[in-house]
């Protein structure tokens, strides 16, 4: 199997190295890496010269994410597709263990776990919970998205022909794009797998794209439109329960705008809003893990031994 590791920068050179460095040395090579640049005014160039020999760097034909994970999509030629962001890091056998799993189950993607961390002078600090350590049950995978799962692409390796299904990247949503892209994912997958052998390090630092360059009220209005996007997308026999808790959220978002920022025309919030709300809550408060914010369908793990362990498959 030959993996196409796509990763969309800007402004990450420094950080960049390290997960470049990360990648290249997984225990299962990739196929290619392709870093696109979104508009970078920093050292990137330095960056280009230091590892044009191992890695396909290009520039994105528009602005955002999406448009620049569509640019690597484009000029990828493996059979299985890895999205990365320029300051994460993965366990040194992550491709192997996912790819292995890809071929011997003929899934459409493979998912594992991940974790929020601070690496402060050089020591690796766990910030949250480990997400997704344990799996999804078997089903409808498109109802969990509506249920609230979205999982970090990070995390996933994808069989390129799922992309034949389920088409591209929307280019006008950031910083939800993945939201919604998944919930297409949800529709067209045909099996799913998961894996807890390896994890993905969601490195969190001051720099983050999505709090430099997206405002709070129009990343808000984002996540609004990403939802509106996925409500016409539902052309499908989704169950009740999966109904209720999206539209719950949707109504939630809508009115956690409306105090936070004042009525806007294109926000309207009826009578049934305000139902679908009070079962979102509802819902939410009884299936909460307890002493977390997350529901049991996102598979957390608490284990602090878990988190080192997968320290030690860190290369980088």
Not at 262 to 277: Q, R, S, T
Request: proline share 3%.
């Amino acid at each position: 199997m030959n993996i196409s590791v796509i990763i969309p920068v800007k402004n990450r050179a420094a950080l960049l190295r390290i997960t470049l460095d990360c990648i290249l040395t997984q225990s299962k090579k990739p196929h290619e890496i392709i870093v696109v640049d979104d508009g970078s005014t920093d050292e990137f160039p330095e960056v280009i010269n230091d590892y044009k020999d191992r890695v396909i760097f290009t520039k994105s034909s528009g602005k955002g994410p999406g448009a620049a994970r569509n640019t690597g999509m484009r000029l990828a030629t493996g059979n299985a597709i890895q999205f990365f962001d320029s300051d994460d890091l993965m366990t040194v056998n992550k491709l192997e263990v996912q790819a292995r799993l890809l071929e011997d189950q003929n899934a459409d993607f493979v998912y594992g776990p991940w974790v929020k961390a601070v690496n402060e002078d050089g020591t690796w600090k766990q910030a949250d919970v480990i997400m997704q350590y344990h799996p999804l049950e078997q089903g409808n995978f498109a109802d969990y998205v509506l249920q609230g799962w979205c999982n970090i692409t990070q995390t996933v390796l994808f069989k390129r022909e799922l992309f034949d299904r389920v088409g591209f990247w929307r280019e006008d949503l950031m910083p939800h794009e993945d939201y919604e892209f998944w919930f297409r994912i949800g529709k067209h997958t045909k099996k799913f797998v998961h894996e807890n052998q390896s994890c993905v390090i969601y490195r969190q630092h001051k720099h983050q794209i999505t709090d430099m360059d997206v405002p709070n009220k129009a990343r808000w209005m984002d996540g609004i439109n990403a939802m509106r996007y996925i409500q016409e997308g539902i052309n499908y026999g989704a169950s009740a329960a999966s109904l209720w808790s999206f539209k719950g959220r949707a109504a939630l978002s809508k009115a956690g705008f409306v105090k936070n920022f004042g009525n806007d025309p294109a926000i309207n919030i009826g009578l049934l809003d305000k139902v679908y709300g009070f079962f979102h809550k509802l819902t939410q408060k009884l299936t909460r893990v307890e002493g977390t914010n997350w529901q049991k369908m996102h598979g957390i793990s608490k284990s602090t031994d878990t988190f080192k362990n997968y320290l030690k498959l860190l290369k980088a």
